[in-house]
């Protein structure tokens, strides 16, 4: 069946750092990948999502690349701050089903 | 923008009684709305899959006994939580669809406590 893969459970990072959470995906159909971000307490809020191969979604700095090759959608950030330290969830949805599969999420610290 | 607010934010049950949680969608059209529950260690169980004027679909370990669900309009839904016991805590989280993509749009969450 589809499967979500987040391999860091916990990233620590200092402002200004680059970030990149790794995120794979399996499926047999069409996806729809999508990034959630989750700040303590809240629930999740959709960050950026892509439907087409090779395409990039970017928003609020943070980018991912859906790369089929590699099924693949790391999502990346150039410089990060205090405040995105949050719970990251990668996404999948695919064509058959309008259900999200989730990724086990990456706690982002990010220290002053 | 599309937004979901979920109602209670947070409730403390003794176990063996029940929880009633609301969903509101405000500015889009939720045709369908996915319900999770979010464990302390922040994984998802999809719980149910809930489109207007269709059947609801449970997943394996959740039945409409435990966890009746009402959709009765494209802006509101609201599950229940019959029967409280520790094993039901959690952090329960209503998604909003619209008729195309795959989006969800969350809610806060209603928080569940057993005691």
């Known amino acids: 069946g589809d499967s979500v893969t987040q391999k860091q459970g916990q990233v620590t990072l200092s402002e200004d750092d680059f970030l990149f959470i790794n995120c794979t995906y399996s499926?047999?159909?069409?996806?729809?990948l999508l990034w959630y971000v989750q700040y303590l307490g809240q629930g999740p809020q959709l960050l950026l999502k892509?439907?087409?191969?090779?395409n990039k979604g970017i928003s609020r700095g943070f980018e991912a690349t859906y790369d089929k090759g590699t099924t693949s959608f790391h999502l990346q950030k150039a410089s990060v701050q205090e405040s995105d330290s949050a719970v990251y969830f990668c996404?999948?949805?695919?064509?058959?089903?309008?259900?999200?599969?989730f990724g086990s999420g990456t706690q982002l610290t990010v220290m002053p | 923008g599309a937004l979901v607010y979920q109602y209670p934010r947070r409730t403390i049950c003794k176990s063996g009684t029940s929880m009633r949680m609301e969903c509101q969608a405000v500015?889009?059209?939720?045709?369908?709305v996915a319900w999770y529950r979010q464990s302390p260690q922040k994984t998802f169980e999809l719980i149910a899959l809930?489109?207007?004027?269709?059947?609801?679909?449970?997943e394996q370990n959740f039945t409409q006994e435990k966890f009746p669900i009402s959709h009765p309009n494209l802006s509101f839904s609201s599950m229940t939580v019959l029967n409280a016991y520790l094993e039901d805590r959690g952090l329960y989280l209503c998604?909003?669809?619209?008729?195309?993509?795959?989006?969800?749009?969350f809610g806060e969450g209603s928080r569940l406590i057993v005691v």
């Open positions: 996404a999948l949805g695919s064509s058959g089903s309008w259900q999200l599969i």
């Open positions: 809930s489109t207007v004027n269709s059947a609801i679909k449970y």
């Open positions: 500015g889009f059209q939720a045709t369908s």
């Open positions: 892509v439907t087409t191969a090779n």
């Open positions: 499926t047999t159909t069409y996806p729809t």
């Open positions: 998604g909003a669809r619209t008729d195309s993509g795959n989006t969800l749009y």
